[in-house]
């Protein structure tokens, strides 16, 4: 009789991880493991929390490529939020489980469109003249790259994001099997590929990407579908909400109209209306189709196109006298049109919508008479372009007009106007019963995994926002907690006497702390916040005294993410400065990382919209929309940014919190509770910063008599907790 898939982990576990060099016996892991494997089995829903250190990535992968050896249909889907995520099992665990564990199994990443080069554009831009000098150079480079067997994917290809828009594989503007590219194209080799996949390794916006157009009737992305892990699934909820939703933005939209046509000087042109025309002119069509054709593009697009840009900057204008400066983004509902600026926002949208149904409508009718055109590459490939630029005018009109047109209660509606950008958006309101219906209704097993998902010991919270609820009879639950000794490895300092965090004098109160605290540790540190304004304020006033003492100050928006991490982990002699995005996916490892400062508690603004008409709705229901929903999110995004500090067993440091509210507040006893088992001293800055650096150096302190934080619950399985 053959044993259950669950044995066949453990004794894979037993008998041959050992032979990884480096190895070392996780209880943890191997328990998530059997879970794993039982939900595959059974075919369940499995909630499983996997603290910093679980090696959550292989107690996943074995049980699945186990499974999928031992007779299991279909592939099995992992999905992500992150790239790194994604390039750590590629890179990291499948060669590993290839090597010297002797798994046979194909994994094969599956992107989104716009990762891949398109092969006719690389042949038919050139050729366009719509191209700059300099950019004729980069796509030569870009040639040269190819023909000496170089991949066409994103990350590989040494090309701009403006160019590269032009140069994407763009699934408006695809020929597919009736390109003469489509045997070679990147993409399609890739999509070929993931049929007879064991392990597909892809996104949370593609996956999502996927459920809709199921949901629309279309073929989904990825094969099969019925088995799917999501990894870094405390960030479903917002994901799903940004991936479903609607918006009309400043930026956007005009890189696309920047797409269609550009003026570069006053003799000057590009875009695809400029090639367009150019092609156009030298095209093999009788001359009297060619001025008919010309003459379309003239009369029917680019004389009209600047009124196109100018609806836009009408509506656009428009919002910005709406909304006060101090708000940037606010809801929006009929009333709110109703008013005698809302009108005249919702007018001027609405000619918006008119000129873009305009514009489609010449684009197609060019198009239709490209038909006829034989030459292929002018024909059939500018044909495919202008397809491709009317779908996406559509596509841009249907969001704009559902912007303008708030529903009743179903979707969130707010307007923006700020420094960043300006326009309209609309996002469900509540994406569980989608999630719930087109994901954990349809698919056999779902394992979804984070080192953050539960609050106060229990995984309602998640359980609520995704869809979960209606699927008990299938869910299982457990929780392992990391295998770190935090008592040993961690002290938790919190500061008390400053300001409030939102009080305009807090950065300074803060200032002179972290610069002692920095300066003993002679950088090493992330300082986490939780707003643009408080960044610019405390590099304002950290970098000067840490520059004159050789530690590089490191900020956020001033390099890309991965260039600054980069940074920090070679220098080590810096302090990072972080909001939202470093919070979490940061790995750094060793002693370059000793100190992590949380500058306040991590919660959402409250004037954001969607969290705002999420709390209305909460508060309609009658329950308390501060302990059912904003305390849940802060409080998971605060274990997230607790655990950017201890990455590895023999890692040791400190994790600063200066927002008093965390011992003044009833509320900071969620917080406090859902941290593992460390030492706690707290007290003035002064006196919290000598503690800390004191601890670094010797591994004692005082602390207080209530010192400890409260250590997690012991791992469960089966049952909501």
């Given amino acids: 009789m053959p044993s259950s898939l669950s044995a066949r982990v453990e004794t894979f576990f037993r008998e041959r991880l050992p032979r990884i060099p480096g190895f070392e016996e996780r209880p943890g892991q191997v328990e998530m493991a059997r879970a794993v494997a039982e939900a595959f089995e059974n075919e369940e829903i499995l909630l499983a929390e996997a603290g910093t250190g679980t090696g959550k990535s292989l107690a996943y992968l074995i049980p699945a490529l186990l499974w999928r050896a031992g007779g299991g249909q279909g592939p099995v889907v992992v999905a992500s939020r992150t790239l790194n995520l994604q390039q750590q099992i590629l890179d990291v665990d499948v060669p590993r489980l290839q090597g010297p564990l002797g798994l046979a199994f194909r994994a094969v990443q599956a992107r989104g469109w716009s990762n891949y080069l398109c092969l006719r554009r690389v042949h038919g831009l050139p050729r366009s003249g719509e191209l700059t000098p300099g950019e004729e150079e980069v796509l030569a480079e870009v040639a040269f790259h190819l023909s000496r067997g170089g991949s066409g ?37 890739e999509r070929r590929a993931l049929e007879g996949a064991d392990l597909i390794l892809t996104n949370h916006a593609l996956l999502l990407s996927d459920l809709a157009l199921r949901r629309d009737g279309a073929p989904g992305i990825l094969p099969g579908l019925e088995r799917v892990i999501l990894d870094e699934a405390h960030h479903l909820e917002e994901t799903a909400t940004d991936h479903l939703g609607d918006r009309f933005l400043r930026s956007d939209f005009f890189r696309f109209l920047q797409q269609l046509y550009r003026p570069r000087a006053l ?18 069509v009788p001359p009297e189709s060619r ?41 929006v509902d009929e009333a709110w049109f109703a008013t005698a600026q809302g009108e005249g926002i919702r007018l001027a949208g609405q000619r918006l919508v008119e000129r873009l149904v305009e514009a489609a409508g010449a684009l197609r009718e060019i198009a239709g008479a490209l038909e006829e055109v034989p030459d292929w590459e002018t024909g059939q490939g500018l044909r495919l372009e202008a397809q491709g630029f009317v779908q996406r005018l559509e596509s841009i009109r249907t969001s704009l007009q559902r912007c303008l047109a708030p529903d009743s209660g179903q979707r969130v509606h707010w307007a923006e106007a700020s420094a960043r950008d300006a326009g309209l958006g609309a996002v469900p309101l509540d994406v569980g019963p989608q999630l719930s219906e087109l994901l954990f209704a349809k698919v056999r097993t779902a394992i979804l995994t984070s080192a953050t998902l539960t609050v106060r010991n229990s995984m309602n919270f998640l ?23 935090y008592a040993q490895q961690t002290l938790l300092a919190v500061a008390r006497g400053l300001p409030d965090p939102g009080d305009p004098d807090f950065a300074r109160a803060v200032a002179p702390g972290l610069l002692d605290l920095v300066r003993g540790l002679g950088g090493r540190t992330f300082l986490l916040v939780t707003s643009w304004r408080m960044l610019r304020e405390l590099e304002a006033l950290l970098q000067p005294a840490l520059t004159q003492v050789g530690i590089e100050v490191l900020c956020q928006g001033r390099a890309d993410r991965a260039v600054l991490l980069n940074r920090f982990r070679s220098q080590k002699r810096a302090l990072l400065l972080g909001t939202d995005s470093f919070w979490e996916g940061v790995d750094v490892p060793g002693d370059a990382l000793s100190c992590v400062v949380m500058a306040r508690l991590p919660f959402r603004v409250p004037s954001d919209p969607v969290h705002q008409a999420r709390s209305n709705r909460l508060a309609e229901a009658g329950e308390n929309p501060f302990s059912k929903y904003h305390l849940p999110l802060a409080v998971v995004k605060f274990r997230q940014g607790f655990g950017r500090l ?44 000598g503690d800390c650096l004191e601890w670094l150096r010797h591994g004692a302190v005082e602390g207080s008599k209530t010192a400890d934080a409260k250590s997690r619950r012991p791992p469960v399985l089966g049952g909501t907790p």
Avoid at 164 to 183: H, K, N, T, Y
Avoid at 272 to 284: E, N, Y
Avoid at 310 to 327: D, F, K, Q, T, V
Avoid at 680 to 686: A, I, M, S, T, Y
């Fill in 267 to 284: 003799t000057e042109e590009g875009g695809f209306l400029a090639g367009l025309r150019l092609a156009l002119t030298s095209a093999p």
């Fill in 646 to 689: 201890i990455r590895t067993a023999s890692d040791r440091g400190v994790v600063l919190v200066l927002d008093g509210r965390l011992l003044s507040k009833g509320y900071g006893r969620a917080f406090l509770s859902s941290l593992p088992d460390c030492r706690r001293v707290e007290g003035p800055l002064d006196q919290v910063t």
């Fill in 291 to 331: 001025r008919q054709l010309l003459g379309q593009v003239d009369l029917s697009l680019l004389a009209p196109l600047p009124a196109l840009g100018g609806a836009a900057e009408e509506m656009l204008g428009l919002l910005a006298e709406r909304i006060p400066p101090e708000l940037e983004k606010v809801s």
């Fill in 153 to 189: 994917l994103r990350s590989e290809v040494p090309v701009g994001e403006e160019l590269w828009a032009r140069l994407s594989c763009d699934s408006m503007a695809c020929g597919r099997q009736r390109c003469p590219f489509f045997e070679r194209c990147f993409l399609f080799r």
């Fill in 463 to 485: 359980q609520g926002r995704v869809g979960l609820e209606e699927h008990q009879e299938r869910l299982k639950t457990l929780v392992v907690d990391s295998p770190f000794d």
